[in-house]
Nanobody
Framework: QVQLVESGGRLVQAGGSLRLSCAAS????????MGWFRQAPGKNRAFVAA????????GSADSVAGRFTISRDNARNTLNLQMNDLTPEDTAVYYC?????????????????WGQGTQVTVSS
């Protein structure tokens, strides 16, 4: 069973950049597809980006395409999310999640393991 811990969230001004990281332990990280999700106050958890177990296939939500990039380092058991050109609408708690499958998915229900989340706040 894999454990996930996110880091890197903080307050940033609009137009700025952040890099979130997710450290995995306790499982064979390279056998999981991974995803980033976010949840803003009063809203449902929403898909941000996903990456397959090798890192060769990636997908992202339309709202972040061209601004956010997901990547993984299987040798270091880490998942990253590079976020550029941030807007106040990106303010949310960001979660990483692991899926017991090699392929990507945008559905939260397809992910069995979740981190505790990291807060990203973008000021205007």
């Amino acid at each position: 069973q894999v454990q996930l811990v996110e880091s890197g969230g903080r307050l940033v001004q609009a137009g700025g950049s952040l890099r979130l990281s997710c450290a995995a332990s306790g499982g064979a990280f390279g056998r999981y597809a991974m995803g980033w999700f976010r949840q803003a106050p009063g809203k449902n958890r929403a898909f941000v980006a996903a990456i397959n177990w090798t890192g060769g296939i990636r997908g992202s939500a339309d709202s972040v395409a061209g601004r956010f990039t997901i990547s993984r380092d299987n040798a270091r058991n880490t998942l990253n999310l590079q976020m550029n050109d941030l807007t106040p609408e990106d303010t949310a708690v960001y979660y990483c999640a692991a899926r017991e499958s090699p392929g990507i998915s945008s559905g939260p229900g397809d992910y069995a393991y979740w981190g505790q989340g990291t807060q990203v706040t973008v000021s205007s």
